[in-house]
């Protein structure tokens, strides 16, 4: 029996950055309530540890605009430039744990909007990273994540556009929207932000999954990135199975297969990842 645990499961480097940030104003808080702005990773295990540790999850920005003081650290999505602004205003204290990958696409948005380009966001539009990247542009801004989305579009022939990516989007899927928008004849400038890693991450998760049996995929139903593992090992193997933690999986359901592949997203903690390896490990 065989069991192969992805090398790039677990946090990813923004991920790791944004937990320690909070961990560490915890540790040295001297600016009163700390509070996250939505919850600071989609893990709600880490979640709940955090707020055991004092930490306040604000949901809404009804929340955000009711607080007179504390700490408000950003999440790694990221949020929109009026966020800060907003904060700002109340002097709030700030502590940006924005994952410098969705940093760097702030910032590519803001500038090449300024200049007056049309700025197209390829990504799911309900998702935190991609609301808070769309708020960095100027004016005309869209979000788009399948073929029919674009059709929708309605841009002048003669217009720029950039086009940026929500960083765990389908690298593939990427390429194929990117191909269709081409085909429009705009005069379309494309910047890959997909980060290396989440690429790397659903690289090895389709290897894997096209070697064995059964997949096994951990991370938070609300995390993008590890929806997206889990649609690429289920095209490559049909027995795969989503779960959240340990409980979430019915270990009798893997007693006859010979190998068993495991990955998880960019939020799941290692301790996570380990218990569910060893459990499966010990029917094995």
């Known amino acids: 029996m065989n069991i192969k645990r992805a090398k790039t499961a677990g946090f990813c480097f923004g991920v790791k950055r944004a937990v320690e940030t909070v961990y560490q104003e915890v540790e040295s808080n001297q600016e009163g309530t700390i509070y996250t ?6 893990n709600e295990e880490v979640v709940k ?30 949020v929109a430039e ?4 907003l904060l700002k205003a109340k002097n709030i204290h700030i502590v940006d744990a924005t994952c410098p990958f969705v940093k760097k696409i702030h910032n590519i948005v803001s500038k090449e909007s300024a200049a007056g380009k049309y700025i197209i966001i390829i990504g799911n539009p309900e998702h ?5 990247i769309r708020g960095w542009a100027k004016s005309d801004v869209s979000v788009v ?35 269709i928008i081409s085909k429009k004849s705009y005069d379309v ?37 590890t929806q997206k593992l889990f649609e690429i090992c289920q095209g490559a193997c049909k027995d795969t199975y989503y779960i959240q933690t340990l409980d979430d999986l019915d ?34």
């Open 128 to 132: 935190p990273e991609v609301q808070g």
């Open 251 to 284: 270990l009798n359901q893997l007693g006859s297969v010979e190998t068993v592949g495991i990955t998880a997203g960019a939020s799941t903690p290692n301790n996570i990842i380990e218990e569910v390896q060893n459990n499966v490990r010990i029917i094995f």
């Open 189 to 225: 400038s494309v910047l890959n932000t997909i980060c290396n890693a989440t690429k790397e991450r659903q690289t090895e998760a389709r290897s894997i999954a096209e070697e064995v049996d059964a997949m096994i995929v951990i991370g938070d139903k609300h995390s993008s990135n």
């Open 49 to 78: 540890d955090m707020q055991k540790r004092g930490v306040i999850v604000l949901r809404s920005e009804e929340e955000l605009k009711q607080l007179e003081k504390g700490t408000v650290i950003i999440r790694s999505h990221g």
């Open 145 to 179: 994540q399948n073929k029919e989305d674009i059709e929708e579009l309605v841009i002048e022939d003669n217009r720029e556009i950039c086009i940026v990516a929500q960083t765990t989007f389908n690298y593939n899927k990427f390429q194929d929207l990117v191909e």
């Open 37 to 42: 702005y939505g919850p600071i990773i989609h």
């Open 82 to 85: 009026y966020i800060y602004d």
